[in-house]
C-alpha cells in the first residue's frame, strides 16, 4: 500500500514538472501568499504579546479592590478605598504564584508653580518596589525616579505637564486636592524627574508621587487597589479563582479586565488580518485551479487513454489531487521557510516602526514564530489546493472514454 501511494505521488510529482514555468509560477504565487500570511499572523501575534505584556506590567496580573471601586463613581476621594493594605498584601504574598503586591492611590486635582495651575491625575506608588517590580515602563526624560524613606515630598511629572508648568527637577511645586472628609488640602513637593510614557496626552496631566505623600494630602491611610504581580501570565485565571476564594468580600480582576486598549486592538487586528488571510488563500486556490484547469484540458486525450487502458477515475483524481497537492504543498513550505528567515532576520537587523497613532515612541518590529500557525496555514494551504484540484479534475475525469480521446 505504501508503495503504491508513493508511485500516485512520484506520477503527481513527474507530471508538474512537465510544464516547469507554470509550476514554478504557482509554487512562487502560493509561496508569496503562505508567507504574508505568516508574517501578518506573526505581527499580529507579537502586538498582542506585547499589547498584554505592557497591560499587565502596568497594572498587575490582578487588581484587588472594594466592588465598588469597580463599579460606581466616587464622591470623595478613596471612599471606596482598602483599609490595612500591609496585612492585606501578607495574606496575598502567601499564595505561591504572587510575587510581589504593589499599592497604588489614584486621585485627581491640581498642581500649580505659583504662576499657572493645572489639572493633573495623579497616581500613589511605593517607589522602591514599584519601579523595580515593573523595570523600565517609563522613559525618564530628566532627573531621577522616586526613592522611599525620603523626608520631604517629592513628584514624578510628564515632560508634557513639566514643559506647561516650566518645571525641571528640583523645582517646587504645590498639590492641591480634595481629602477624604470633603475639605481642600495644598501640600508642597519636589520635581524629581520628568518621564514620558509616550503618549503626548497622558504625559500632559500625569504625575507619580509616593504612598506617603499621597495619603498625606488626602487626609488618609487607605489605598486605592492592591496590584498584584505573578511568577508568570499563564498563572493569572487560576491565581485570580484562589484569591477570590480567600477574600470573597473583595473584588479580583484580571489585567484583561482592564486592558481595553488591549481589547480594541486585538478584535481591530483580527478583523483586518483575517480578511486579509482570507483574500490571500482565495488568490492562492484561485491560482492552483487555473494551473491545474489549463494541464487538465491539456491532457484531455492522455485522460482518455488512460481510461481506455483500465484506469479508473478515482485513481486519475488522485493523481490529479496529488499533483495540486505538490504544488500547494511546495509552494506553503517554501512561504513557510520566507517568513520564518524573514522573522529570524528582524532579531538580526531590528527595523524600526513608526509611533502608533496617540504614542510619540517607535518601536521595534518583531514577528512572533508561532509552530501552531505555521503547521495549521502550511496544512490548510495544502488541503485547499489538494480540493480545488480535484474539484476542478472530477468533470474530466468522468467524461466518456470516446469524448476524451475526441477533445481537441
Request: glycine fraction near 8%; charged fraction near 15%; proline fraction near 4%.
Amino acid at each position: 500500500m505504501i508503495d503504491m501511494n508513493f508511485k500516485w505521488l512520484k506520477f503527481a510529482l513527474q507530471n508538474t514538472l512537465r510544464n516547469r514555468r507554470r509550476s514554478i509560477v504557482t509554487v512562487a504565487i502560493a509561496a508569496m501568499g503562505t508567507a504574508a500570511i505568516l508574517l501578518a499572523g506573526g505581527f499580529a501575534l507579537f502586538t498582542y504579546q506585547a499589547l498584554a505584556q505592557s497591560a499587565a506590567r502596568s497594572t498587575g496580573h490582578l487588581i484587588i479592590g472594594k466592588p465598588e471601586q469597580f463599579t460606581k463613581d466616587e464622591d470623595t476621594p478613596l471612599q471606596y478605598g482598602l483599609d490595612d493594605a500591609a496585612a492585606l498584601s501578607a495574606k496575598l504574598l502567601a499564595d505561591p504564584d504572587v510575587r510581589h503586591v504593589l499599592p497604588r492611590i489614584a486621585f485627581s486635582g491640581l498642581i500649580s508653580n505659583g504662576d499657572k495651575s493645572t489639572v493633573m491625575l495623579a497616581t500613589g506608588v511605593d517607589p522602591d518596589a514599584e519601579f523595580a517590580v515593573k523595570g523600565p515602563f517609563l522613559s525618564m526624560a530628566a532627573g531621577e525616579v522616586l526613592a522611599g524613606g525620603t523626608a520631604h515630598a517629592e513628584v514624578m511629572l510628564g515632560d508634557g505637564l513639566a514643559r506647561s508648568l516650566k518645571a525641571k527637577p528640583g523645582s517646587s511645586l504645590t498639590l492641591l486636592a480634595s481629602t477624604t472628609d470633603g475639605a481642600l488640602n495644598a501640600l508642597d513637593v519636589t520635581v524629581k524627574g520628568v518621564f514620558s510614557t509616550g503618549v503626548p496626552d497622558i504625559d500632559k496631566r500625569m504625575v507619580y508621587t509616593d504612598i506617603a505623600t499621597a495619603q498625606r494630602l488626602l487626609n488618609t491611610k487607605r489605598v486605592s487597589t492592591l496590584g498584584v504581580f505573578l511568577n508568570r501570565m499563564e498563572a493569572t485565571p487560576g491565581a485570580q479563582q484562589r484569591l477570590q476564594a480567600v477574600q470573597p468580600q473583595l473584588t479580583v480582576q484580571t489585567w484583561l479586565d482592564q486592558a481595553f486598549f488591549y481589547a480594541s486592538v486585538r478584535g481591530l487586528y483580527n478583523r483586518i488580518f483575517g480578511a486579509l488571510g482570507l483574500i490571500i488563500g482565495v488568490i492562492v486556490v484561485f491560482v492552483v485551479t487555473n494551473a491545474m484547469a489549463m494541464a487538465i484540458i491539456e491532457r484531455t486525450r492522455e485522460i482518455g487513454t488512460l481510461r481506455a487502458l483500465g484506469t479508473l477515475p478515482s485513481q486519475l483524481l488522485r493523481t490529479l489531487a496529488l499533483e495540486g497537492m505538490v504544488l500547494g504543498g511546495v509552494g506553503a513550505l517554501t512561504g513557510a521557510a520566507i517568513a520564518l528567515a524573514t522573522s529570524l532576520l528582524l532579531y538580526v537587523v531590528p527595523v524600526q516602526m513608526p509611533p502608533p497613532p496617540g504614542s510619540s515612541r517607535s518601536y521595534a518590529l518583531n514577528i512572533e514564530i508561532d509552530p501552531v500557525m505555521y503547521v495549521t496555514t502550511v496544512l490548510a494551504m495544502v488541503v485547499l489546493a489538494m480540493l480545488a484540484s480535484a474539484w476542478i479534475a472530477r468533470k474530466t475525469v468522468h467524461t466518456p472514454i470516446v469524448d476524451a480521446l475526441a477533445h481537441t
